[in-house]
């Protein structure tokens, strides 16, 4: 059974807890896009791990995963990370495998990706960490993959500085390499799971374009970069927090208003740990944003959804949710396309009560407060999408499960 848990906001939603929490059944955990600029927390008992580049299933010892062919491999990052990795007691050697098709990113490729940020009148917000740059050689046909690492005739036009980290690294990572279709081919009788990496809204095709990533971060990327064609996918996850989130640039119709809403803001910030795991720059908050997330429903056909971080709101005696945008006067209630659109939108805010109660230590959906339900109820009808697992905490076991992902929808 192949299952896919992708972003359904921004990023930053919680997947690594719950590609984590699923891994637990999987035998094969496949990251199929994005670099060392996405991040992923998981905390483990009293022990928090931040992964960029291995995929979250990799703390347990008898899992494979593989970074897939829609990745973008920083060499250096990936071998610090594990090295971590090691330095904690992780045992990953034979277990972490690389798709033959998945690109490098050279060195030189960082200070490209700085300076056409520099030089931009309206900045991206990129993390400056070459993955764009990948992307871009990728497409235009200059790119290196790791099958290309020993072929002479593939590396011609590199420079002295390029071949010299190419031989360099080449002995490290020609090992972990293998044929992701192939392999998974030989494990099709398996549980697979399949890791986005950023969210939908952070697309290359469907995201908020052109703030976005260069990847797929939507659920086809897990078919056209994960190793296996679309008909073999059989169960589709968005996750998504309980309110919104975005770091970088870029438009975000809730975002809470720093001079009105500056306690607001920051209790959610403090409360929810919103600062990047990659960059540490403190995340842009603002209400959930129904329109984008039903959007996200629809663009990938979830099957379900996961709900993270709805403990944030414990203490709130009131709190809201956008339901639709009013942009130069009109309502609207889809995500449009246009930037300038979004950058004029106001939210249509609908305000729900809060429970006031610790979620903490409920593991069972029946036993959460009322208001909570009705605030779950509300998000599955509007997006009329099941929410069938609900986050209240970073730990593995801070979950409640309403339906195993591993029982086709």
Same mark, same amino acid.
């Given at each position: 059974?192949?299952? @896919?848990?992708?972003?359904?906001?921004?990023?930053?939603?919680?997947?690594?807890?719950?590609?984590?929490?699923?891994?637990?059944?999987?035998?094969?955990?496949?990251?199929?896009?994005?670099?060392?600029?996405?991040?992923?927390?998981?905390?483990?008992?009293?022990?928090?791990?931040?992964?960029?580049? @291995?995929?979250?299933?990799?703390?347990?010892? *008898?899992?494979?995963?593989?970074?897939?062919?829609?990745?973008?491999?920083?060499?250096?990052?990936?071998?610090?990370?594990?090295?971590?990795?090691?330095?904690?007691?992780?045992?990953?050697?034979?277990?972490?495998?690389?798709?033959?098709?998945?690109?490098?990113?050279?060195?030189?490729?960082?200070?490209?990706?700085?300076?056409?940020?520099?030089?931009?009148?309206?900045?991206?917000?990129?993390?400056?960490?070459?993955?764009?740059?990948?992307?871009?050689?990728?497409?235009?046909? *200059?790119?290196?993959?790791?099958?290309?690492?020993?072929?002479?005739?593939?590396?011609?036009?590199?420079?002295?500085?390029?071949?010299?980290?190419?031989?360099?690294?080449?002995?490290?990572?020609?090992?972990?390499?293998?044929?992701?279709?192939?392999?998974?081919?030989?494990?099709?009788?398996?549980?697979?799971?399949?890791?986005?990496?950023?969210?939908?809204?952070?697309?290359?095709?469907?995201?908020?374009?052109?703030?976005?990533?260069?990847?797929?971060?939507?659920?086809?990327?897990?078919?056209?970069?994960?190793?296996?064609?679309?008909?073999?996918?059989?169960?589709?996850?968005?996750?998504?927090?309980?309110?919104?989130?975005?770091?970088?640039?870029?438009?975000?119709?809730?975002?809470?208003?720093?001079?009105?809403?500056?306690?607001?803001?920051?209790? @959610?910030?403090?409360?929810? /740990?919103?600062?990047?795991?990659?960059?540490?720059?403190?995340?842009?908050?603002?209400?959930?944003?129904?329109?984008?997330?039903?959007?996200?429903?629809?663009?990938?056909?979830?099957?379900?959804?996961?709900?993270?971080?709805?403990?944030?709101?414990?203490?709130?005696?009131?709190?809201?949710?956008?339901?639709?945008?009013?942009?130069?006067?009109?309502?609207?209630?889809?995500?449009?396309?246009? =930037?300038?659109?979004?950058?004029?939108?106001?939210?249509?805010? /609908?305000?729900?009560?809060?429970?006031?109660?610790?979620?903490?230590?409920?593991?069972?959906?029946?036993?959460?407060?009322?208001?909570?339900?009705?605030?779950?109820?509300?998000?599955?009808?509007?997006?009329?999408?099941? =929410?069938?697992? @609900?986050?209240?905490?970073?730990?593995?076991?801070?979950?409640?499960?309403?339906?195993?992902?591993?029982?086709?929808?």
């Amino acid at each position: 059974m192949n299952v @896919v848990v992708i972003g359904a906001q921004w990023g930053d939603e919680g997947k690594g807890k719950m590609v984590d929490y699923f891994a637990a059944e999987a035998q094969v955990i496949v990251r199929f896009s994005g670099g060392a600029n996405a991040g992923h927390t998981i905390v483990h008992g009293s022990e928090q791990f931040a992964l960029h580049l @291995v995929p979250s299933g990799v703390l347990y010892p *008898d899992k494979i995963v593989v970074l897939g062919t829609g990745m973008v491999i920083d060499p250096i990052a990936l071998f610090e990370e594990l090295q971590m990795l090691a330095d904690r007691g992780i045992d990953w050697h034979g277990r972490v495998l690389i798709s033959d098709r998945a690109h490098i990113v050279l060195p030189r490729y960082r200070q490209i990706d700085l300076d056409m940020e520099a030089a931009r009148k309206h900045p991206i917000g990129t993390t400056g960490r070459g993955i764009g740059v990948t992307y871009a050689m990728k497409a235009s046909r *200059d790119g290196v993959r790791l099958a290309d690492l020993d072929d002479p005739d593939r590396l011609v036009n590199l420079s002295d500085e390029d071949r010299s980290f190419v031989d360099t690294w080449l002995p490290r990572l020609k090992p972990m390499s293998v044929d992701l279709t192939d392999y998974l081919s030989k494990h099709r009788n398996t549980y697979t799971l399949f890791e986005g990496a950023q969210g939908t809204l952070l697309d290359i095709d469907s995201g908020t374009y052109p703030f976005v990533s260069s990847g797929m971060s939507c659920a086809a990327g897990a078919s056209a970069q994960g190793g296996i064609g679309p008909k073999a996918l059989d169960k589709i996850l968005g996750v998504f927090k309980a309110y919104s989130t975005r770091v970088g640039n870029g438009p975000f119709p809730t975002e809470f208003n720093e001079d009105s809403q500056s306690a607001l803001c920051n209790f @959610v910030r403090n409360t929810g /740990r919103e600062f990047g795991v990659t960059t540490g720059r403190p995340r842009r908050c603002g209400h959930l944003d129904l329109v984008a997330l039903r959007y996200a429903c629809l663009v990938n056909s979830l099957d379900a959804l996961i709900l993270t971080h709805l403990d944030v709101y414990d203490t709130l005696d009131t709190f809201e949710a956008c339901v639709g945008y009013k942009i130069n006067g009109k309502l609207i209630e889809h995500l449009p396309a246009s =930037i300038r659109d979004l950058e004029a939108a106001e939210p249509v805010l /609908r305000t729900f009560r809060g429970w006031k109660k610790s979620l903490k230590e409920v593991r069972n959906f029946d036993d959460l407060p009322l208001e909570a339900k009705d605030y779950i109820s509300f998000i599955e009808e509007f997006t009329e999408t099941p =929410i069938e697992i @609900v986050s209240v905490g970073y730990d593995r076991k801070e979950t409640i499960v309403r339906k195993s992902p591993w029982i086709r929808s």
